[in-house]
Every structure is written in structure tokens, then in C-alpha cells.
């Protein structure tokens, strides 16, 4: 059975625009739309001090609301809702793991220009064990943007790419969009040669054509997989983060991975997510990988 999508709804706008994203994405993929409203019981509300039942109804309405807002604009969807009592990252967490993916909210570009990602939302992304996407308000439907591609983010081997490659093809296939798969590069710094490596450049013509042949290695099952989906490959030098930015303007979705293990300090983002989470205009996918 196809997994549904998941979308974390609080009533706010960006929960509302996350909300519509996923409502079109469970369409576009034929599958079920499920709405999470995490919770807490708040002993001194802002409008009164209430009993626990009395505030599970307040949700409840909420939550009721937004049900009917998205069948009524998409009559077939099926669509089931669950209020969630405890803390809000620890309950979307876990609601990740049985979904296709999971969609947030965010409250859109902050101060200094970036999504506001708040703590919810990090530990989230951070933690979840299925992709994450993450909508700011004011998304527009994918008909009304601009560009018609899916960019993906590649790096090193094909392996290490997969997860986030499969998502993005699926992804463009529900869409009948186009897969732009990007692979940035920098100049390694000296004390990286080795004879074995330099042999690998030699044969593939040089860095550039080195880059270029491991980007069409790792697309090669993808391309096989869905013969119908177009794909354009982009290769150029620069730091991967600014390489997607770059070409963001043209995207309906962002994609790019992130290591699925915990460190000592917990789990962590990566760097390059966690500057095109900040910085990119469109829906951005962080999609874990081992």
C-alpha cells in the first residue's frame, strides 16, 4: 500500500501553504493526505484557563477546519487527521517515519534573508527518518512558477546521491517535470593528489570531464528507471550550496541529502541543506541518506 503524504498543520499561514503543497503532491502521486497537529496542554491558556478536553476541542476544530478547506478543493483526495499530545518535533518525528514524506511550514525569509526554520523545524529535518519538504508562506501552486524543473543536488559516488536522486525522479515524474542534476566542484588542494587519483584524472580527460562522468554514472539508473522524465545535467565549480542557488529561480522543488546518522552532538543538517534551506526561494526537499 502507497504510503500517504504527511503535512504538520497549527492553523498558521505557512502551516496553511504546507498544507496545499502536500494536498497537490498526494494528488499529483495518487496516494492518501494525512494532517498531524502536534499539541501541548497549556494549563494557563491565553484565552482563559480551560481543562485538557476543553483545548483538544479547540484543536479539534482547527484541525476539522482545515480538513474540509482541502477536500473541498480536492473532492477525491482522501484525507484523514490526528491530534498528536506532546512535544510538536518529537510527534512530527515520529509521524515521518510511516509517510511518503513530510511537509512543514516555514514563516519565510527572515531579517538577514532565509527561511525561518525555528527549533521544531530543525530537529525535524534534522531527525526524520523519511524526506522533509519545507514550504514557506506564500508558496504558489507549480503552474503559477516560473520554471518547470526539479533541481537535485549529486555529490561523490552514485550511492551516495541515490536517496535523494529516486526523489527527485519521482517527484518530476508525478509532475512531468524536468530533473536538473547538479554536481558542484572545487579544486582539491594539493596534498589530496595521489597516483591513484591522478591516474582517474588522466583517464577521464581531466577534473571538469572527471565531473562531468561521475554525474552521468550516478544518473544512469535514474534515466533507465524513468525513461520519460528530461533531464539536464549541470556541472560547474563552485560550492555546491551556491550551485543550487544559482539555479533556484527555475525550480518548482529543491532536493538535496543529508546523513541520516547522529553524532556525538546529535543530528545534524549539513551544510550544504542547511544553506539552501535559508536561502532558497522554492520548496525545498532534505531527503536522508545512510
Do not use: N
Not at 25 to 48: I, K
Not at 55 to 79: C, I, M, N, S
Not at 133 to 158: F, I, M, N, Y
Not at 225 to 237: G, I, L, S
Amino acid at each position: 500500500m502507497t504510503r500517504p503524504i504527511t503535512v504538520g498543520v497549527d492553523g498558521t499561514d505557512e502551516s496553511r501553504a504546507a498544507l496545499a503543497w502536500a494536498a497537490r503532491e498526494a494528488v499529483r502521486r495518487d496516494t492518501a493526505l494525512r494532517l498531524v497537529h502536534a499539541w501541548r496542554f497549556q494549563p494557563q491558556a491565553a484565552a482563559g484557563t480551560a481543562d485538557r478536553d476543553t483545548q483538544a476541542g479547540w484543536v479539534r476544530e482547527g484541525v476539522d477546519e482545515a480538513v474540509r478547506a482541502v477536500t473541498e478543493r480536492h473532492p477525491g483526495l482522501r484525507v484523514t487527521a490526528d491530534l498528536v499530545e506532546g512535544r510538536p518535533a518529537e510527534a512530527l518525528v515520529s509521524a515521518a517515519a510511516d509517510c511518503e514524506l513530510l511537509a512543514l511550514g516555514s514563516r519565510g525569509h527572515g531579517a538577514v534573508v532565509g527561511f525561518l526554520l525555528g527549533s521544531v523545524g530543525q530537529q525535524v529535518i534534522a531527525e526524520a527518518a523519511r524526506p522533509v519538504v519545507l514550504v514557506r508562506a506564500g508558496d504558489k501552486p507549480s503552474d503559477e512558477v516560473a520554471g518547470h524543473e526539479v533541481v537535485v543536488g549529486q555529490h561523490g559516488d552514485p550511492h551516495d546521491s541515490a536517496a535523494a536522486l529516486r526523489f527527485a525522479f519521482e517527484t518530476a515524474a508525478a509532475r512531468g517535470a524536468t530533473v536538473r542534476a547538479v554536481r558542484a566542484w572545487t579544486l582539491p588542494p594539493v596534498f589530496a593528489y595521489s597516483p591513484a587519483s591522478m591516474q582517474l584524472l588522466d583517464d577521464a580527460g581531466g577534473l571538469e570531464p572527471f565531473e562531468k562522468q561521475a554525474l552521468t554514472e550516478a544518473l544512469k539508473p535514474w534515466r533507465e528507471r524513468f525513461p520519460d522524465v528530461h533531464v539536464v545535467e549541470h556541472v560547474e565549480m563552485g560550492s555546491a550550496g551556491q550551485v543550487l542557488l544559482s539555479v533556484s529561480g527555475r525550480a518548482q522543488l529543491m532536493v538535496v541529502g543529508r546523513r541520516a546518522h547522529r553524532t556525538a552532538v546529535g543530528a545534524r543538517i549539513g551544510s550544504v541543506a542547511h544553506g539552501v534551506l535559508h536561502l532558497a526561494d522554492c520548496p525545498v526537499a532534505v531527503v536522508p541518506h545512510d
